[in-house]
């Protein structure tokens, strides 16, 4: 009877888990992400806890860890555990960021994950019930992202996982899941009919997503099936095998007439997803950038590399120019799963990752020697749904959703690879008298420490981010309650945190930036900031993004204490040495220089932000560092420079809104509402802008063309114009 409610409890959470790619709360940040890893955590928590007490009771199930794909599963792990002891940043290691959320942690409740799936699975009825949900939760999905669709045309569908490539990856596996269903239960009409619809579904999705890596990824899995199953299972069926290579011939003589005769037809008239596939310009180069710059971290830690989760580390180190059509974008992966692999964890760990894939394709060749007819085609498919997420990983890198897929997929296999193990004749259940006098005290304190681990390394996070997000709503209406949400996040010490803080510092900066804040309200807000700030340079000692943002943190407090300018300066220099050649560094060198007013140094750091970022932009970030000074003379000059230059200086109203509540009526010279009134020509309909001349006119004195302005605007957004009255009313 125990053992009967255990695996009741693991059935449960198996199928649990299969309900998690529908997940998605709004209230935390990445919450494609981060949410889902959450509650899967909690999930698997509950199911592992199940597992260890269905061992005691039940040691049958304990071949399961003699088995070769489970030891090198566990000696992955533990040279990942390794290399993050070894590693640049052990904390990032262990935990990841609520972005990624693929830490050490993460990474061991996959492999319990699929030490309990294997376990749910007793014979094919099991293994039935488990692929049947994931195909039907797959549709839904599909369905959902169809809507997307169907809503725009020139948007890639990501469905509830939030990015098209994750949802290509779901996508592809559960073809081949809905392939493998078929074979597996051809006879039952119902599966038959579900497999069918899931397979038609997630292809047309997979389409869908324009995911390029990922449908030549499953082109070339599907070519290798073929191969196989005309080779070894109906291999006197050569028709079929000219069909299949002159059907594949006419496609790619199609696709190469498209791309020569009608290629901007295809781009103008079909859908971004579909025309990402069709039109084969494909352009790899910023992948290869930072693939270079990779294999130079991978010199200086070759054995254990810089630790799991700490890619930024060697990125912001070695990075030297800017990335081919990204810009300046801060990669905190390789976009290769297998340079990942050895830059995190070295050649050790390169090793092990390999013996992974060794011991599971080992595996399906000893199944599928002793295979025939049926089975063989399931082996097939589950070789080809390897290769294809292999292949898919050499431009990507894996992420929580997919992997989930990845380890239901090990535990699969794992079951029919050695479907004659779980014979009930061949595997009795070996039973043991449980002596409850000490079971029971056991088992309460196991459930109070599952409890506890629930609680502190989820739950708590958990809120933090659904804070840390309330925050962020609040920072733009309402300082001091945004200020008590983000107090209340970073009272938890989770995680969490350093995310957390990054967006405390970035969500204060805006507000009091715009002048929304009364200088009390701004001095403790900015110290709180700077004191949180301070804590994720000493958790992450070498994270140049904390440095930047500290940086920012202390010209802001400069407003009411002249010495944090130094200390801004010391605190970028150390973010200099980190990361050398960032432009991030010059970018937060010059405005330092611009508010110490050494305009010959802060122009000689513009010129270095220029040869990274553009000369239009560098001129409009010294143009913003005028506004805040209230220096507005070279404010217009740089403005003007930038325009020169092609950039678009209306991109942030919020710089208009600014310097319009800031500036004092004395300094609003012609040239200024000229300013003022070409964004309004610019851009005719935007508030920030409208709201920015009647501002400017109303301090100016010319209160009868500040009226006028605001009877255009009361016709068009009544509110509006109510709350600007009520703002004119407050200036004196």
Request: charged share 15%; hydrophobic share 50%.
């Given at each position: 009877?125990?053992?009967?409610?255990?695996?009741?409890?693991?059935?449960?959470?198996?199928?649990?888990?299969?309900?998690?790619?529908?997940?998605?709360?709004?209230?935390?940040?990445?919450?494609?992400?981060?949410?889902?890893?959450?509650?899967?955590?909690?999930?698997?928590?509950?199911?592992?806890?199940?597992?260890?007490?269905?061992?005691?009771?039940?040691?049958?199930?304990?071949?399961?860890?003699?088995?070769?794909?489970?030891?090198?599963?566990?000696?992955?792990?533990?040279?990942?555990?390794?290399?993050?002891?070894?590693?640049?940043?052990?904390?990032?290691?262990?935990?990841?960021?609520?972005?990624?959320?693929?830490?050490?942690?993460?990474?061991?409740?996959?492999?319990?994950?699929?030490?309990?799936?294997?376990?749910?699975?007793?014979?094919?009825?099991?293994?039935?019930?488990?692929?049947?949900?994931?195909?039907?939760?797959?549709?839904?999905?599909?369905?959902?992202?169809?809507?997307?669709?169907?809503?725009?045309?020139?948007?890639?569908?990501?469905?509830?996982?939030?990015?098209?490539?994750?949802?290509?990856?779901?996508?592809?596996?559960?073809?081949?899941?809905?392939?493998?269903?078929?074979?597996?239960?051809?006879?039952?009409?119902?599966?038959?009919?579900?497999?069918?619809?899931?397979?038609?579904?997630?292809?047309?999705?997979?389409?869908?997503?324009?995911?390029?890596?990922?449908?030549?990824?499953?082109?070339?899995?599907?070519?290798?099936?073929?191969?196989?199953?005309?080779?070894?299972?109906?291999?006197?069926?050569?028709?079929?095998?000219?069909?299949?290579?002159?059907?594949?011939?006419?496609?790619?003589?199609?696709?190469?007439?498209?791309?020569?005769?009608?290629?901007?037809?295809?781009?103008?008239?079909?859908?971004?997803?579909?025309?990402?596939?069709?039109?084969?310009?494909?352009?790899?180069?910023?992948?290869?950038?930072?693939?270079?710059?990779?294999?130079?971290?991978i010199q200086d830690r070759w054995l254990l590399g810089w630790g799991p989760e700490n890619f930024n580390y060697l990125f912001q180190k070695?990075?030297?120019?800017?990335?081919?059509?990204?810009?300046?974008?801060?990669?905190?992966?390789?976009?290769?799963?297998?340079?990942?692999?050895?830059?995190?964890?070295?050649?050790?760990?390169?090793?092990?990752?390999?013996?992974?894939?060794?011991?599971?394709?080992?595996?399906?060749?000893?199944?599928?020697?002793?295979?025939?007819?049926?089975?063989?085609?399931?082996?097939?498919?589950?070789?080809?749904?390897?290769?294809?997420?292999?292949?898919?990983?050499?431009?990507?890198?894996?992420?929580?959703?997919?992997?989930?897929?990845?380890?239901?997929?090990?535990?699969?296999?794992?079951?029919?690879?050695?479907?004659?193990?779980?014979?009930?004749?061949?595997?009795?259940?070996i039973s043991h008298k449980v002596n409850y006098f000490h079971a029971v005290p056991i088992g309460i304190l196991t459930v109070a420490l599952?409890?506890?681990?629930?609680?502190?390394?989820?739950?708590?996070?958990?809120?933090?981010?659904?804070?840390?997000?309330?925050?962020?709503?609040?920072?733009?209406?309402?300082?001091?309650?945004?200020?008590?949400?983000?107090?209340?996040?970073?009272?938890?010490?989770?995680?969490?945190?350093?995310?957390?803080?990054?967006?405390?510092?970035?969500?204060?900066?805006?507000?009091?930036?715009?002048?929304?804040?009364?200088?009390?309200?701004?001095?403790?807000?900015?110290?709180?900031?700077?004191?949180?700030?301070?804590?994720?340079?000493?958790?992450?000692?070498?994270?140049?993004?904390?440095?930047?943002?500290?940086?920012?943190?202390?010209?802001?407090?400069?407003?009411?204490?002249?010495?944090?300018?130094?200390?801004?300066?010391?605190?970028?220099?150390?973010?200099?040495?980190?990361?050398?050649?960032?432009?991030?560094?010059?970018?937060?060198?010059?405005?330092?220089?611009?508010?110490?007013?050494?305009?010959?140094?802060?122009?000689?750091?513009?010129?270095?932000?220029?040869?990274?970022?553009?000369?239009?932009?560098?001129?409009?970030?010294?143009?913003?560092?005028?506004?805040?000074?209230?220096?507005?003379?070279?404010?217009?000059?740089?403005?003007?420079?930038?325009?020169?230059?092609?950039?678009?200086?209306?991109?942030?109203?919020?710089?208009?809104?600014?310097?319009?509540?800031?500036?004092?009526?004395?300094?609003?010279?012609?040239?200024?509402?000229?300013?003022?009134?070409?964004?309004?020509?610019?851009?005719?309909?935007?508030?920030?802008?409208?709201?920015?001349?009647?501002?400017?006119?109303?301090?100016?004195?010319?209160?009868?063309?500040?009226?006028?302005?605001?009877?255009?605007?009361?016709?068009?957004?009544?509110?509006?114009?109510?709350?600007?009255?009520?703002?004119?009313?407050?200036?004196?």
């Amino acid at each position: 009877m125990f053992s009967y409610i255990l695996r009741l409890i693991i059935k449960t959470c198996v199928f649990l888990i299969l309900l998690l790619p529908l997940f998605v709360t709004h209230n935390t940040l990445y919450p494609f992400i981060f949410s889902k890893i959450i509650f899967f955590r909690i999930i698997v928590e509950i199911g592992f806890t199940a597992w260890i007490f269905l061992m005691i009771v039940d040691k049958s199930i304990i071949h399961i860890l003699r088995k070769q794909i489970t030891i090198t599963l566990i000696s992955l792990f533990i040279i990942s555990l390794l290399a993050s002891i070894f590693g640049a940043d052990m904390y990032r290691s262990l935990w990841s960021t609520q972005e990624r959320m693929t830490g050490i942690v993460t990474t061991i409740h996959f492999l319990a994950m699929f030490l309990i799936v294997s376990t749910s699975i007793r014979d094919r009825k099991n293994l039935m019930y488990i692929i049947v949900v994931n195909l039907i939760v797959s549709i839904i999905i599909a369905l959902y992202g169809f809507i997307q669709f169907s809503n725009s045309l020139n948007e890639r569908i990501s469905s509830t996982l939030g990015n098209p490539i994750y949802l290509g990856i779901y996508a592809m596996m559960n073809v081949y899941l809905s392939s493998i269903a078929y074979y597996l239960y051809r006879k039952k009409v119902s599966i038959t009919i579900v497999s069918i619809i899931g397979g038609i579904i997630n292809l047309l999705t997979m389409f869908l997503t324009g995911g390029r890596g990922v449908l030549t990824a499953f082109f070339v899995s599907f070519i290798f099936f073929l191969m196989g199953y005309f080779l070894y299972v109906k291999y006197y069926l050569k028709k079929y095998v000219i069909t299949a290579i002159l059907t594949i011939s006419l496609v790619g003589i199609v696709l190469f007439a498209i791309n020569f005769t009608a290629k901007d037809w295809v781009i103008k008239h079909l859908p971004l997803a579909i025309h990402r596939v069709i039109i084969l310009d494909w352009d790899f180069q910023s992948r290869i950038d930072v693939w270079f710059i990779s294999l130079q971290g991978i010199q200086d830690r070759w054995l254990l590399g810089w630790g799991p989760e700490n890619f930024n580390y060697l990125f912001q180190k070695y990075y030297s120019k800017p990335i081919s059509g990204d810009g300046t974008t801060y990669f905190d992966r390789s976009h290769n799963q297998l340079i990942d692999i050895l830059a995190l964890t070295g050649i050790v760990g390169l090793i092990a990752y390999l013996a992974l894939w060794a011991a599971l394709y080992w595996m399906i060749i000893r199944a599928f020697r002793r295979a025939s007819g049926q089975k063989r085609i399931v082996l097939l498919l589950f070789a080809g749904a390897f290769l294809a997420y292999f292949l898919q990983n050499l431009t990507v890198f894996d992420t929580p959703v997919p992997l989930i897929m990845f380890y239901f997929f090990l535990a699969f296999t794992y079951f029919i690879c050695n479907e004659e193990e779980y014979d009930a004749e061949q595997v009795p259940v070996i039973s043991h008298k449980v002596n409850y006098f000490h079971a029971v005290p056991i088992g309460i304190l196991t459930v109070a420490l599952v409890s506890y681990v629930m609680y502190e390394f989820n739950i708590k996070p958990y809120h933090a981010s659904a804070e840390t997000v309330r925050g962020i709503m609040f920072s733009q209406s309402n300082i001091l309650r945004s200020m008590e949400h983000f107090r209340k996040a970073l009272s938890m010490n989770t995680f969490a945190d350093y995310e957390n803080r990054l967006q405390l510092a970035k969500y204060v900066l805006t507000p009091i930036q715009q002048g929304n804040a009364t200088l009390e309200t701004k001095r403790e807000f900015v110290d709180f900031a700077v004191s949180e700030m301070q804590k994720n340079i000493q958790e992450h000692p070498n994270d140049v993004k904390s440095y930047y943002a500290l940086s920012a943190l202390y010209r802001l407090a400069s407003d009411y204490d002249i010495s944090a300018l130094d200390k801004s300066v010391a605190v970028i220099m150390r973010a200099a040495e980190l990361a050398p050649m960032r432009p991030e560094t010059f970018t937060e060198i010059m405005q330092v220089y611009v508010q110490k007013k050494d305009i010959e140094k802060s122009k000689e750091w513009a010129v270095k932000v220029a040869q990274y970022v553009g000369r239009g932009e560098a001129h409009y970030q010294l143009a913003q560092l005028y506004v805040r000074m209230g220096d507005y003379a070279p404010m217009l000059t740089e403005m003007q420079a930038a325009t020169s230059e092609g950039y678009d200086i209306y991109a942030n109203p919020s710089v208009f809104s600014y310097l319009a509540k800031t500036i004092d009526r004395r300094d609003i010279t012609p040239d200024i509402t000229a300013f003022i009134d070409a964004a309004v020509n610019a851009y005719p309909n935007n508030g920030d802008f409208l709201g920015s001349r009647i501002l400017i006119h109303y301090k100016a004195g010319d209160k009868e063309r500040a009226q006028k302005y605001l009877d255009e605007v009361r016709t068009q957004n009544p509110p509006f114009a109510k709350a600007l009255e009520e703002y004119l009313k407050k200036i004196p």
